[in-house]
């Protein structure tokens, strides 16, 4: 509220109200962009302080805000000098004028349910992964968070947690030279089960495992069947991923030989290639994805890399040339965080920033950090936050 403006508003409370308070309501454009402001900042701030606690292999905290009610008013204060009127004195009243502001109550629930927990441990969907890339985010960019290990066509397993710089780069190669993200599945045929009503609910609440998808097919009784329903029961296709670059980590892939003469499979017969596990790769192999918890232990790793000698507060700059996924700085001792910065924070008892200017394809920290917030947020569902315990008010 400008100077002029908070003036007139006291002369009109006191020409109205002279013995009493009165109160103005901010506008409401106003107070929706301000909260809408500080709710993304804490957003962001909880994100980099998981990131950092995920280096330290400290336990992770989500929280978000549940409700929001109340006004949001400023308040003026009016004061006036009576007891100088009562001694009979001739001096002037000069009344006192005090401005306060008053918040809504702000309800912060703590994510820490089993469905959210369970949601964050599951490794991510090829079609989530899918998604993202068709809605515009940078391809390398989801790959490198996504992808936690590849099974090569001749059998080698290699997983990337973070920790070996080889390693590494060659999966930021294996992104880099990944031209598309395409899936494909083979139809699979469903089957019908008669279950008595209790036992169908059990089935279709706890479902049969992650193979199979559940449905009820009669939500009746059945002629001659009484106290039965049907449950359909649908394997999961299987699917497989065109496109990912996997040579750069498992080298020259094997190439597919036909049919031998006697009937037997060639080279690379696609069961033994995906006998190792995870999403099959057209081409041979298969690659496992990452959970939404395994991507911050992930980032956690790549910062404490960065930041393995506690006494340069700059940090290891050389991996900010490529593979700058997700860069926090540490602010140097004395020195102020920089004016433009996306999130800063404290942790441990030192300020830590996020760049506000970076080199487009050097550092793609604010990409990373808008990916993981969507990734997070997909695990918030409204049982979730019903679920939650304590909820705490915030208020002023």
Not at 246 to 254: F, K
Not at 381 to 392: I, K, M, Y
């Amino acid at each position: 509220m400008s100077v002029d403006l908070r003036r007139a508003s006291v002369a009109l409370c006191a020409a109205a109200m002279p013995l009493a308070g009165c109160e103005t309501f901010q506008p409401t454009n106003g107070a929706a962009v301000q909260y809408n402001r500080s709710f993304a900042r804490a957003r962001d701030e909880v994100t980099v302080l998981n990131v950092l606690r995920a280096s330290g292999r400290q336990p992770l905290q989500f929280s978000t805000v549940s409700t929001v009610t109340g006004e949001v008013r400023t308040g003026v204060q009016v004061t006036l000098p009576f007891t100088n009127v009562i001694a009979g004195g001739d001096d002037e009243i000069s009344p006192s004028f005090g401005f306060t502001n008053r918040n809504p109550a702000v309800t912060i629930v703590p994510l820490a349910s089993k469905e959210f927990v369970q949601g964050l441990s599951r490794p991510i969907d090829p079609v989530t992964v899918d998604e993202l890339i068709a809605q515009g985010w940078s391809r390398e960019v989801v790959l490198r968070l996504v992808v936690a290990g590849v099974v090569c066509p001749a059998g080698e397993t290699k997983l990337n947690d973070g920790t070996a710089p080889a390693l590494d780069r060659q999966f930021i190669d294996m992104a880099a030279k990944s031209t598309t993200f395409t899936l494909s599945a083979r139809k699979v045929k469903s089957s019908d089960f008669l279950l008595p009503e209790k036992e169908a609910l059990t089935v279709l609440k706890d479902g049969v495992g992650s193979d199979a998808k559940v449905r009820l097919v009669s939500p009746g009784e059945l002629p001659g069947r009484a106290g039965k329903v049907r449950l359909r029961v649908t394997p999961v296709a299987d699917t497989t991923i065109s496109g990912l670059g996997i040579a750069s980590v498992c080298g020259t892939l094997a190439v597919k030989s036909p049919a031998g003469a006697d009937g037997s499979a060639g080279q690379g017969d696609s069961d033994q290639d995906h006998a190792g596990g995870g999403v099959r790769v057209e081409g041979g192999g298969s690659v496992f994805f990452r959970s939404v918890l395994g991507i911050y232990n992930y980032l956690g790793r790549l910062h404490a890399r960065r930041t393995a000698s506690p006494h340069d507060c700059r940090g290891d700059t050389s991996l900010d040339a490529r593979g700058g996924l997700f860069v926090v700085r540490q602010a140097c001792p004395g020195a102020e965080v920089p004016a433009h910065t996306l999130v800063s924070t404290e942790f441990q008892g030192r300020r830590w920033f996020v760049p506000g200017s970076a080199t487009p394809g050097a550092d793609e920290t604010s990409e990373t950090l808008a990916v993981l917030t969507v990734l997070t947020d997909m695990q918030t569902t409204e049982s979730t936050l019903r679920s939650s315990a304590p909820v705490v008010a915030v208020t002023e």
